[in-house]
């Protein structure tokens, strides 16, 4: 069995590399990475092959710094020439992004079979590219993927896999395969730590792209910092935005630094107090690590860890922001309880994919 794995943007790499360890275990089974270049500075991505122990891309598309709809295309385009040079049996996508509905799109329009890792999260906001991505390659994927119960409800209320063309399958998060893997290889950051602080990251466009809740985030963010220390790992595009519009912390307890690599950043949040956070990955690292989270979005496809006290939803409000700070900062929860697999997630892949 041939496989194509459609890869591009950091959390991305993470699933992948837990599956990719699974293929290696059969001979059988014959893995092409196809990265599209979504992610192309060095910490978002080469440096992940490396630390993660992933076989070199087979092919590097080096798409990137396109608007949505050029990007996408342009996808399309070179990885509908790699299928047909490859032919394989399967094309593996992942997540959300653009290379996933690139990946989608391109194999089903060569009636290639297409797998969905991660299918059937939904945060009923369309306004969300993410969210655009993950419906439709749902809508087109032959077999969907599911890391939790509710993913599950969600395909089949909208009326997917009723029928005989698409398979739903329960299967654990590979998030948290990766998570279990890579805990003991963690590595200290190059710089000082502080003895307690916070992690932080700021990426989603819905942020990033509106000034009005980008400055209420950083006010609230300069202020809680007066309690504890915030180490904000920054996307090169969020720097670069927040370096245009001048947006300044006033406080040096909130420590600005660049991307780290993922081993780093287990590293930071094994020992942080509380992640602050809009991605959507983060938040179940918080949990994977045992860590309080605040979410600053308006909505979270991860429910589970709401209804279950792990992470509190405050959106961009700076009142809200401060005072979900100090609502998580004192929470103990019992982490004993199994809401996305055992790490077996990557095992149940393959044996689906090899009936």
């Known amino acids: 069995m041939k496989l194509i794995t459609i890869i591009g943007a950091r959390p991305q790499f993470i699933k992948a590399a837990a599956v990719s360890r699974e293929i290696a275990k059969h001979k059988d089974i014959k893995e092409i990475i196809v990265h599209t270049g979504q992610h192309f500075d060095a910490n978002m991505s080469k440096i992940f092959f490396h630390q993660m122990q992933i076989p070199k891309p087979d092919y590097n598309l080096e798409i990137n710094s396109l608007t949505h709809g050029a990007m996408t295309g342009r996808m399309i385009e070179k990885i509908e020439e790699v299928l047909l040079q490859e032919k394989p049996d399967w094309v593996l996508v992942y997540g959300d992004t653009n290379s996933t509905i690139a990946g989608s799109l391109a194999a089903?329009?060569?009636?290639?079979?297409?797998a969905h890792v991660e299918a059937g999260l939904r945060s009923f906001n369309r306004n969300m590219p993410e969210e655009i991505n993950r419906i439709l390659t749902d809508k087109i994927s032959d077999i969907l993927f599911c890391p939790t119960d509710t993913a599950v409800q969600n395909l089949q209320n909208e009326g997917i896999g009723k029928n005989s063309l698409t398979r739903i399958v329960k299967c654990g998060d590979v998030m948290q395969d990766a998570a279990i893997f890579y805990s003991n290889l963690a590595q200290?950051?190059?710089?000082?730590?502080?003895?307690?602080?916070i992690l932080s990251t700021i990426h989603r466009a819905e942020n990033t792209d509106d000034p009005k809740r980008l400055v209420s985030i950083f006010n609230a963010l300069t202020k809680?910092?007066?309690?504890?220390?915030?180490?904000?790992?920054l996307h090169?595009?969020?720097?670069?935005?927040?370096?245009?519009?001048?947006?300044?912390?006033?406080?040096?307890?909130?420590?600005?630094?660049?991307?780290?690599g993922y081993l780093e950043m287990i590293y930071l949040l094994k020992n942080c107090s509380l992640i602050m956070t809009d991605s959507g990955g983060l938040q179940k690292e918080?949990?994977?690590?045992?860590?309080?989270?605040?979410?600053?979005?308006d909505e979270t496809e991860w429910v589970e860890l709401v209804d279950n006290g792990f992470n509190k939803?405050?959106?961009?409000?700076?009142?809200?922001?401060?005072?979900g700070y100090q609502e998580m900062i004192q929470m103990k929860n019992n982490y004993n309880i199994n809401l996305y697999g055992n790490g077996e997630a990557s095992k149940k892949i393959i044996t689906e994919l090899m009936k």
Do not use: M, W, Y
């Open 236 to 260: 090169p595009r969020t720097k670069k935005i927040i370096s245009n519009s001048q947006l300044t912390t006033h406080n040096s307890q909130l420590i600005i630094i660049d991307p780290v």
């Open 224 to 233: 809680i910092s007066n309690d504890i220390p915030i180490i904000l790992p």
């Open 313 to 323: 939803i405050v959106g961009a409000d700076e009142n809200k922001i401060i005072s």
């Open 108 to 114: 089903k329009k060569l009636h290639i079979k297409v």
């Open 188 to 197: 200290k950051p190059d710089f000082e730590l502080p003895e307690k602080f």
């Open 286 to 297: 918080a949990f994977f690590f045992e860590k309080p989270c605040v979410t600053l979005r």
